[in-house]
């Protein structure tokens, strides 16, 4: 794979606070990144910086194809970019948004009409492109910040939380339509997120942020599955943190067996309270054997409504967990 | 072997532990010169307007009358001087008194608008207005042929109660000295005040009052425990504003004060009268301090303000209450009689021939003939100099709020601009005229310590209308610079750094999205400025020349020459001008708001 960003050792500092610490990592051509990770841990600094918005300190670098564009002023870096605000001009209808920044390029009124209305159909919003913004729903405002974006055929594509402002529903809608969208055109996109749920379904690459440092990086699965660090493994998903002899492991609630008969790998728990999820019950185990201790008192493990029904679980209910080893991750 | 410029894979690239705190410098285009020369020549501009001719007053009280550097000698004398501590005395207790009243008054009648049931709302508000349209020679005018010794009830309607109830039933109010002045003052400050505490009394949280009926609170106990800490910043701010325009006022001080002497009148004794501009200096600059304080306070005070109401915050409901009502009616109506009849006395001293001995009605005196004034003349050249501050300022203080609001570049200069912008709110407008005398009529300066001489590039405005524009411009930057600022704020703070993804420059995003979004504040600016520059005497006395006098000039050289009732009548003329330009501003942008309005929906 050919790779189009670079993203080396970039620092940022705001007086004495430090906002991005000696980041790396690179994204390749039509790949869709998502920087992940709490608020205020500098993931969006990191895209402001990647869009010329902020200067980074010296010994920053940002590759374009191998060309050094970290001097280079936001304008002349060729990249489309949407907000969480959308940033529509509100005194121009949905169309004159999206021709405005083609108007610059010295283009026939044809071709820019013609270019507008490409942006249009990639969003399926033909129909309201007379509207204002106020007369568009939000996610109506946020296709059409995206068209405009695109409408410039630029090389690559920033998002800046961009499904955020917007309620669940059109939220789900929304990430199945912009990865759509960016596989089609095949750009490359990096878009920040603190939503763990979000990055899971649409990235092909995860960075994961946390105290301006790049804890780590890789496809959803691995982050899921293999997280580096107890807070990549705490931020993404839910897991149990245990103590054994002086190290720390980690295990996620649907990782743990369940079994009413003991074996040698087994542990023995008591049942201290379940709550229904609808296709399965959360367990809250307290665990009766002394060389376990974990961080939050109980044991969270996910089991399925129909062996819960067939075990007859319930408070107080005598259990044996298994913690299958290929799924446990050990912390020094 | 490894360059600079080779890639490396990220995982190769040495970690580096150290921070250098230098950023890295983008290039800039053709766009981003423009923008940045832009916020230079700002900084340039304030300096010139502000800093300059302040430090030029600073340097001219530390001279003596032979233009000798005596540090601080002047202010030594200032405070051996027992008049001009008295008067010192005198302005503060002038001050106080005023912003008192005026809060007290002005808080029952945003009350009575703001959480009653009463009639005639729309009127009362705009009557509580009607004072900001005049000089505030005005008003002391107007108490003058009310209260004065041939005033209409000083004297029981010239006698007329005499005849019909067997006794004069005449008041004195002892007018001239600190009861007319402090009655003027209420009068000018009273609409600032009412301003300030309507909006602070709208925005409270009607969830509190339910929380409390919750509790059982009683009426009292509602009143001091809810609504009075509620708006407690708004009473302070209000005071504030009240107490530092009468204590820079020079009107109605002029006007009505006749041997009570404040600071303003001091000043302008000492400059115009004495020629002492050394002394005159002084008391500017004293003039300065209390000014100074009560801004730095209640900057303060808006900081600790925020986060009060929020957007779940509940509107306030009105309970049902008629004696309430009817009181909160009586109230409003002596309070807007009150205006009202001050215009009334302007508007039958304009038209009388010779108050009180003639009452037939006469044209005569709205033409300013045989009197101290210039007939008509400096009623034009006041619409002209309006004219043109409204026009200038708007394009101006606007274009300054938003290269300080919108911009990336340049931090530092634009933070110190903000300060210089915001720094007139501090300054008196006599101190502006005082300082414009001093910085634009030396043809020399020298540089201290150094001893190099530059000629002064500017001289050539002294005495001319662009000196007293000016004067204008920067005597209400702050006020309109807040309102620029509170606009452009509203406005998503994404779409420069969109444009310039775009590669749109600046100045079009500024042209096509910023200005038309805007234009109800742009507006608004402009008809401040308008009906300020009219009614306007402080910063514009020291400036004017034969050929260059105001209309609000014009109006205290008549009343000086004993010239009342011409006096009057040109009070009359500006007011009426300002209510007309502001009708038919109303009229004329009614579409454009309605436009503005839809737009800023989300």
Not at chain 1, 36 to 51: D, E, N
Not at chain 2, 54 to 66: C, G, H, T, V, W
């Amino acid at each position: 794979m050919e790779e189009l960003l670079y993203i080396q050792n970039v620092t940022k500092t705001f007086g004495k606070f430090v906002a991005l610490d000696h980041v790396n990592f690179s994204v390749n051509k039509k790949e869709f990144v998502c920087l992940l990770g709490p608020s205020g841990c500098g993931k969006t600094t990191l895209l402001r910086i990647i869009a010329g918005l902020e200067e980074p300190n010296v010994g920053s670098k940002i590759l374009l194809e191998g060309k050094d564009i970290t001097p280079l002023p936001p304008s002349k870096r060729n990249f489309g970019i949407v907000f969480q605000s959308y940033a529509l001009f509100p005194n121009l209808t949905a169309y004159h948004n999206i021709a405005y920044g083609l108007k610059n390029k010295k283009l026939s009124k044809k071709a820019i009409d013609e270019k507008v209305r490409e942006a249009l159909s990639l969003v399926h919003l033909e129909h309201v492109k007379d509207r204002y913004p106020a007369q568009l729903s939000g996610g109506q405002q946020q296709r059409i910040a995206l068209a405009r974006a695109l409408a410039l055929s630029p090389t690559f594509l920033l998002l800046d939380e961009p499904l955020s402002a917007l309620d669940a529903k059109v939220r789900l809608k929304l990430r199945i339509e912009i990865r759509k969208l960016q596989e089609k055109l095949g750009i490359t996109t990096i878009m920040v997120t603190h939503d763990q749920e979000e990055a899971l379904t649409m990235a092909d690459k995860i960075v994961v942020m946390n105290n301006a440092k790049m804890e780590q990086i890789g496809t959803p699965q691995e982050v899921y599955e293999h997280p580096k660090t107890p807070f990549v493994a705490d931020f993404i998903g839910t897991v149990n943190m245990l103590g054994q002899e002086g190290s720390t492991i980690a295990i996620r609630p649907e990782h743990i067996h369940i079994m009413d008969t003991q074996t040698k790998n087994s542990i023995k728990t008591k049942v201290k309270a379940l709550e229904f999820r609808g296709a399965f019950y959360r367990l809250f185990l307290e665990i009766m054997d002394q060389s376990y201790q974990v961080s939050d008192g109980l044991l969270a493990v996910d089991v399925p409504a129909s062996i819960v029904k067939k075990l007859d679980i319930d408070k107080e209910s005598v259990l044996n967990a298994e913690l299958p080893q290929n799924h446990l991750v050990t912390y020094a | 072997m490894l360059t600079e410029e080779t890639v490396l894979k990220p995982s190769e690239v040495t970690v580096q532990n150290t921070i250098d705190k230098r950023k890295i410098r983008q290039k800039t285009g053709k766009a981003e010169w423009f923008h940045k020369s832009l916020i230079l020549l700002m900084l340039l501009g304030l300096i010139i307007g502000i800093v300059l001719p302040l430090i030029q007053l600073f340097l001219e009280a530390l001279k003596d009358k032979n233009g000798e550097y005596v540090g601080f000698v002047n202010f030594v004398n200032y405070f051996k001087t027992e008049s001009l501590v008295q008067s010192m005395y005198n302005t503060l207790y002038i001050s106080i008194l005023t912003g008192v009243i005026s809060v007290v008054l002005a808080f029952f009648y945003a009350y009575a608008l703001a959480r009653t049931q009463i009639r005639w709302k729309g009127l009362f508000k705009y009557v509580a207005f009607l004072p900001l349209f005049a000089p505030t020679m005005m008003h002391g005018i107007a108490l003058i042929y009310l209260f004065g010794n041939k005033g209409a009830i000083t004297t029981g309607f010239f006698g007329l109660f005499e005849k019909i109830f067997g006794s004069t039933m005449g008041i004195d109010i002892h007018l001239y000295g600190p009861v007319g002045i402090v009655i003027s003052e209420v009068i000018y400050t009273f609409p600032q005040a009412f301003l300030i505490l309507m909006v602070a009394i709208s925005v409270t949280d009607y969830r509190l009052y339910e929380a409390a009926e919750t509790l059982g609170s009683g009426k009292m106990k509602k009143f001091f425990t809810v609504t009075i800490p509620s708006i407690k910043y708004g009473l302070v701010s209000a005071f504030f504003v009240a107490f530092i325009l009468s204590f820079t006022d020079f009107g109605a001080p002029k006007v009505v004060g006749a041997q009570y002497n404040v600071l303003a009148t001091d000043i302008y004794k000492q400059v115009v009268g004495q020629q002492n501009l050394s002394m005159g200096s002084t008391v500017g600059i004293i003039l300065i301090i209390p000014a100074l304080v009560a801004f730095f306070a209640d900057r303060m005070m808006q900081r600790k303000q925020s986060t009060s109401f929020s957007s779940k915050s509940v509107s306030y409901k009105i309970v049902k209450n008629p004696w309430r009502d009817k009181a909160y009616f009586v109230y409003c109506l002596l309070i807007s009689l009150g205006v009202l009849s001050l215009i009334g006395a302007i508007i039958a001293a304009s038209l009388v021939k010779v108050w009180p001995y003639n009452f037939s009605l006469t044209l005569e005196h709205l033409t300013f003939k045989n009197v101290a004034g210039n007939g008509l003349e400096p009623y034009f050249n006041s619409l002209y100099v309006s004219f043109i501050t409204a026009i200038l300022g708007t394009i101006i203080i606007f274009f300054g709020a938003y290269l300080i609001e919108k911009t990336r570049f340049m931090k530092i200069t634009r933070q110190l601009s903000y300060f210089l912008s915001i720094l007139p709110l501090a300054l008196p407008g006599l101190v502006i005229g005082l300082a414009y005398i001093f910085f634009f009529n030396k043809p020399v300066f020298e540089v201290p310590f150094i001893g190099v001489y530059i000629t002064n590039p500017f001289q050539s405005l002294y005495g001319t209308f662009m000196i007293i524009i000016l004067a204008n411009i920067i005597h209400f930057y702050s006020v309109n610079l807040i309102t620029a600022t509170t606009a452009l704020k509203k406005l998503d703070k994404e779409f420069e750094p969109v444009s310039e993804s775009m590669n749109i420059p600046f100045y079009k995003t500024f042209c096509n999205v910023t200005v038309p979004m805007s234009l109800p504040a742009i507006l608004e600016i402009g008809i401040y400025l308008f009906v300020n520059s009219m009614t306007t005497i402080s910063a514009v006395i020291f400036l004017y020349t034969a050929d260059t006098k105001l209309a609000s000039i014009s109006i205290v050289n008549m009343t000086d020459a004993g010239d009342t009732a011409p006096a009057a009548a040109m009070s009359l003329i500006i007011v009426l001008t300002n209510i007309l330009v502001r009708v038919v501003y109303e009229f004329a942008t009614k579409k454009i708001r309605n436009r503005a309005q839809a737009w800023q929906q989300r």
